[in-house]
């Protein structure tokens, strides 16, 4: 089970959270001049890497706030989870 | 290599089964081949087999990071059904059914395919309208398949619960009876037996650490054990094929979940079909060997730990236990997770990749050990050919650009 520290609430067990994918992804400024292949790229491409990786999760059963962790994905620890619009710690340094 | 019959079992007996020839040969890999399989799970060794007996290519190798079938196709919990719902789905998986059901006496090995038939439960209206429609579908893509009364089930499924004052009652099914289950070591393991009678080398412990590539067009792979060249390769890595695509420079609409399986101490035969609930996530059968072996869904997180989350284990098994109270009892012996690729309309991708040469068949997700030899035959064709055939060609990787997605969510009753 993991313990996820949710950065309004603290830590709290996974059950609470439900998980919304890759972070920082922006929706693109001038959608009207974009082609099919860079909708296709923003819609569906994803890293999906073996690793680290910056995701996003919903304390949906706790203060309904998103957040962003940065998480091993094969260890699935959980190195930091930080507030949307923050940097995550490794490019604060 | 000898032909398995009861005259090679008798004359096997005589020395006391000390003396079976090993099924595959473990050759060093060669410096260059006609094409390459990239992984060996149930797909890519299909793969190599169909290449070797439809289109003459024999100088093949399949690399296997770690051992043949490790992967998902020895993972799974081995249902097979072709009721899918879209026209183009409907026709691969149709297409893997009628594999199946020529496949041990085609491969001369016995893959154990039951065909038990498979109901899909219905818990609410809603469930019952989808039901009805893709029954409707299938029948008019010649699956056969028909829907069933809660006191059908009872009556074919005694120790079901279809009390209608439980939290999801059972309000009916479909049932396919050509669909079931096979042995899924077997299917691997007659694939590559299959594949090495024609000359495909098959070899294990050797992972592809990177693509290399000459002016846009695949050369061959650099691998643990060297590099190898081929002007062919053909990528069937399931829950690794965003990190294969990393290598040759490209992005893959995949995320890889966890998803996990367990099954109980073997007990006498108490089911004999499967059953898959969609609403309450679980789904049962039992082995010829007595254990009952129950699905999970996903853990919602990415993830490459060939494991899954304990809140995973007690959903479903509170699921199967609400389905079937008399299991509440039975003890759980073994768990373990496969890592599934699943894609935004849960439908695989297969075809030719964005590098000359390179080819992709992944996004098999929860539920391709049932397509794993229609998989191979279609993917044989499109890598030997440099062509899709057209029961694949709806799944190209280019629907994601050009908006033919194929939505199977929730259609295709569950996702396995
Ligand atoms: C718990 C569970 C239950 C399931 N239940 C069902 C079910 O009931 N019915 C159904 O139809 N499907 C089911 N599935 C899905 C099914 O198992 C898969 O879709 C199918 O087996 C995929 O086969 P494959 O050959 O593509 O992949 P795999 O068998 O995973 O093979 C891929 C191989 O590639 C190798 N590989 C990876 N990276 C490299 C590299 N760099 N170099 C060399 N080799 C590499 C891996 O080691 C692996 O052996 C289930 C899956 C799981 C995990
Ligand atoms: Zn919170």
Known sequence: MLLIECPWCGKRDESEFSYAGEAHIARPLETGKLSDAEWADYLFMRKNPKGAHREQWLHAAGCRRYFNAERDTVSYQIKSTYKIGETPSEDRA | ?416
């Open chain 2, 1 to 416: 290599m000898s032909k398995y019959s009861i005259f090679s079992l008798a004359r096997n007996a005589m020395s006391y089964h000390q003396n079976w020839a090993a099924a595959w040969r473990s050759p060093e890999p060669k410096q260059k081949y006609d094409a390459i399989i990239v992984g060996g799970g149930g797909h890519g060794l299909a793969t190599a087999y169909y290449m070797a007996k439809e289109h003459g290519m024999k100088n093949i190798a399949v690399l296997e990071k770690g051992w043949i079938g490790g992967g998902n196709t020895g993972r799974n919990t081995t249902i097979v059904r072709s009721n899918y719902l879209w026209d183009e789905s409907a026709h691969l998986y149709e297409k893997s059914m009628k594999l199946w059901e020529g496949l041990s006496q085609d491969l001369n090995y016995n893959v154990m395919f039951s065909q038990r038939g498979v109901y899909n439960l219905g818990h609410t209206l809603q469930d019952m309208r989808d039901i009805q429609r893709r029954v409707n579908a299938n029948r008019l893509n010649g699956i056969d398949g028909h829907v069933v009364t809660p006191q059908e089930i009872k009556a074919a499924i005694p120790h079901i619960n279809i009390d209608q004052g439980c939290r999801y009652p059972i309000m009916g099914a479909s049932f396919q009876p050509r669909g079931g289950v096979a042995r899924h070591d077997a299917v691997a393991w007659g694939f590559a037996r299959g594949a090495d009678k024609y000359g495909v080398d098959i070899i294990q412990n050797c992972e592809v650490t990177s693509i290399l590539q000459e002016n846009g067009a695949v050369t061959g792979v650099e691998t643990s054990r060297g590099k190898i060249m081929s002007p062919k390769v053909g990528v069937v890595v399931a829950g690794h094929c965003s990190v294969l695509a990393e290598m040759a420079g490209f992005r893959m609409p995949i995320e890889s979940h966890p998803l996990q399986a367990l099954v109980s101490e073997p007990i006498k035969p108490i089911l004999d079909t499967v059953v898959m609930s969609n609403a309450v996530h679980g789904y049962v059968s039992q082995s010829d060997k007595g254990d009952l072996v129950i699905g999970a869904g996903i853990d919602s997180y990415n993830g490459y730990g060939q494991r899954g989350s304990f809140s995973g284990i007690e959903h479903t098994v509170s699921a199967i236990v609400e389905l079937f109270p008399i299991f509440s009892r039975v003890r759980m012996n073994r768990q373990w997770g496969g890592i599934v690729d699943t894609t935004p309309d849960a439908c695989p991708i297969i075809g030719n990749a964005p590098v000359k040469g390179l080819y992709f068949n992944c996004g098999w997700g929860t539920g391709g050990f049932k397509a794993t030899p229609g998989s191979g035959w279609v993917f044989a064709h499109n890598v030997a050919t440099g062509q899709p055939h057209d029961l694949n060609r709806p799944f190209a990787l280019d629907r994601f650009v050009t908006g033919h997605l194929i939505d199977e969510h929730g259609a295709a009753g569950v996702a396995h």
